[in-house]
């Protein structure tokens, strides 16, 4: 089954401080990965997207990594910022239909405080 | 930033209530699809679009029923609301291949 687990399901870090979040996925056969930057009450806005071949891309503060073998990803977010508090959801393609079917994680919920 | 809007932002109703949910975009984008959120769950599937006349359901099952009769404009009808489809539904474009998808603000619908 076609699955996409993040972790943690929520997390508080303070302004200016690092941060990981934790991506896994068994989608099969893959196609892309992304990142989705979601704040309350909004639309999900794309932070980055991987193929098999790359292993990492960054987008200012924002650096994601894949791992196409074990099947993980992981989104940094480097000297953190109050606008960054919202749900970052991990997003994987498959390359098995036309229509680019999307299974989405949960998301992980951070706050960043003052 | 996307091109993409959804209509009414917030809206409660009662229950039994005809409501329509307004998307429109304007990049022309032949893929268009509508997402049901719950709070702190994934996003589901519940109808898109390949282009003009064309309208499939997703996975997530819904009464809701759409229509895509212009590229730019993939409305949502729900005939005779219900508390149960208290949710917020998104929706979303993207042009052909795998390219992203872009998404609208999102409309928060409670039947009371």
């Known amino acids: 089954k076609n699955q996409v687990e993040q972790s943690p399901q929520s997390l508080i870090i303070l302004e200016g401080k690092n941060c990981t979040l934790q991506?896994?996925?068994?989608?099969?056969?893959?196609?892309?990965l992304r990142w989705y930057k979601q704040d309350t009450g909004r639309g999900p806005v794309s932070l980055t997207i991987?193929?098999?071949?790359?292993n990492t891309k960054s987008n200012g503060r924002y650096t994601a990594t894949l791992d196409a073998d074990t099947k993980q990803s992981s989104l940094h977010i480097t000297a953190s910022q109050l606008s960054d508090s919202a749900s970052y959801i991990c997003?994987?393609?498959?390359?098995?239909?036309?229509?680019?079917?999307?299974?989405f994680g949960r998301g992980t919920q951070l706050t960043v405080w003052p | 930033e996307a091109d993409i809007y959804q209509t009414p932002r917030y809206l409660v109703i009662g229950t039994g209530k005809k409501i329509t949910l307004e998307c429109s975009q304007t990049?022309?984008?032949?893929?268009m699809y509508w997402y049901q959120q719950d709070p702190g769950m994934e996003l589901h599937l519940i109808h898109y679009?390949?282009?003009?006349?064309?309208?499939e359901k997703g996975d997530l099952s819904s009464e809701s029923t759409v229509s895509r009769i212009r590229t730019e404009h993939f409305p949502l009808t729900l005939e005779s609301a219900r508390p149960s489809h208290t949710s917020q539904y998104l929706c979303?474009?993207?042009?052909?291949?795998?390219?992203?998808?872009?998404f609208g603000p999102g409309t928060r619908l409670t039947v009371l």
């Open positions: 979303a474009s993207r042009t052909g291949g795998r390219d992203t998808q872009y």
């Open positions: 997003v994987v393609s498959d390359r098995g239909s036309t229509l680019g079917r999307l299974y």
């Open positions: 990049m022309g984008h032949d893929k």
């Open positions: 679009s390949y282009g003009v006349n064309s309208t």
């Open positions: 991506c896994n996925y068994t989608v099969s056969p893959f196609s892309n």
């Open positions: 991987m193929t098999f071949s790359e």
